[in-house]
């Protein structure tokens, strides 16, 4: 149980174009979805909170139009990478909670995006 | 605000070796602490969650334990084997912080055959 998918796993894109990556809880409902970047030997740092139905809060240093986030239901949320550059290339993960308790996440697999 | 180090950086041993992670935190008020492995390119796989009630977990080969008053937790890997080569990642969920993840930068663990 508590598989966190995430779509596309890999995506390359031009720069300047827009880029959606989906991230799904497919057997749990999910009251909160994280989403992390991750640049090369780097850990993951936090980018934005989301819950369903309600506007994404967003980290220090993080552009919100940048970087879009539409939590939908509780078992998707969408980031959309707006006017991709190539300083937007990173590894996206996103992550699911469950309850209000426990605080546990569960993570996706991730997606690589590259800009050229 | 809550950061989490994690030392050594890269840590190299061979096969059968009993190994230790350490992780240190600096706010006392966490509300649980997660041990996570990453393979290169990989998504992350949770491997031991410790309440902040609780001293340690336990699964498999995996020992992980918690320290709040030092801010301190560790995993300890027994009989380490070449399939344990991988990232290893700490992360903290401080008290009031909305369940916001801190990660460590990570061991880079390689048990050598």
């Known amino acids: 149980g508590a598989v966190v998918s995430q779509h596309p796993s890999r995506v390359i894109c031009k720069s300047g174009t827009s880029v959606k990556i989906e991230c799904r809880s497919l057997?749990?409902?999910?009251?909160?979805m994280f989403w992390y970047r991750q640049f090369p030997k780097q850990s993951l740092m936090l980018m934005a909170t989301s819950n369903e139905g309600s506007k994404a809060t967003y980290e220090q240093g993080v552009e919100k139009d940048k970087f879009l986030i539409n939590h939908a239901s509780l078992t998707l949320s969408t980031l959309t990478v707006t006017s991709a550059h190539p300083e937007d290339s990173s590894f996206y993960i996103c992550s699911a909670a469950i309850g209000r308790q426990s605080g546990e996440q569960y993570f996706g697999p991730g997606t690589r995006l590259t800009v050229t | 605000k809550q950061e989490v180090t994690q030392i050594p950086a890269a840590l190299s041993v061979p096969e059968g070796e009993n190994l230790v992670l350490n992780c240190s935190f600096t706010d006392s008020a966490i509300y649980n602490l997660q041990w996570f492995r990453q393979d290169p390119g990989k998504g992350l796989t949770s491997l031991l969650l410790i309440q902040s009630s609780q001293r340690e977990q336990t699964s498999g080969r995996l020992n992980a334990s918690l320290d709040k008053s030092s801010g301190r937790s560790t995993l300890y890997i027994a009989a380490s084997q070449p399939g344990d080569s991988a990232t290893y990642l700490c992360a903290g969920i401080s008290s009031g912080s909305a369940r916001q993840l801190t990660f460590g930068s990570g061991t880079q663990l390689t048990v050598l055959p």
């Open positions: 057997d749990f409902q999910a009251t909160t």
